[in-house]
């Protein structure tokens, strides 16, 4: 009986040693049959990994020359090479100092430049601030309740009390700047 299951346990050791081989040669045929198309993949996937790293490196190297030249230029503002490396290397952080610079000197004809820029926010920043400098009221989506707030005390200057009430209301009474509406509108009280 143990020659009989021996020889029951090496048939099944060489029909699975067989099924083994089988499925070596059925990959060999294959590999032979798609060997350019498998090449091509691998080549390709390396290519596109290698580039995506380059890509990556030139990218970091771009931001971290784009915030040396931001350091300088926090230093020396008047550098002309660092605000062309920052220009070319990171136009929106460009874009971000030279709105700055504007709004800390008051210049309203560089912030007028600015609100064509491409990015909104800053283009609504420097359309606000322009005309907060200027003390003309201005349309803004970021600073909507702050236009109301000074469009009414335009309008109390210029002794319109009704439209100076009107802006007012339109602030909402949950708003950090509720308190300056209030106080603005008790002066209206006064002016009459």
Known sequence: ????DDVNYVK?????????LESAFKLESLYKKYKKAIWGIVGAVLIFAVANIGMEALHQSKLASANQAL?????KPEDA????VLKENNPSLYELY?????????????????????????SDMSRYTA?????????????????????????????DIQKAKNKLALIDERSSLS??????????????
Do not use: C
């Open 131 to 159: 005309g907060a400098i200027e003390k003309k009221p201005v349309d803004s989506k970021l600073y909507t309740e702050m236009a109301y707030l000074e469009e009414a005390y335009v309008a109390i200057k210029a002794g």
């Open 12 to 20: 099944t050791e060489l029909s699975s040693d067989e099924k083994v």
């Open 71 to 75: 350091l300088t230029l926090q230093n």
């Open 1 to 4: 009986m143990s020659i009989k």
């Open 81 to 84: 090479n660092a605000l062309s």
């Open 179 to 192: 308190m300056l509406a209030k106080l603005l509108e008790h002066s209206t009280l006064k002016a009459k």
């Open 98 to 122: 030279l709105f700055s610079q504007a709004a800390k000197q008051r210049d309203v004809k560089a912030l007028e430049e600015i609100t064509g820029s491409k990015n909104d926010i800053l």
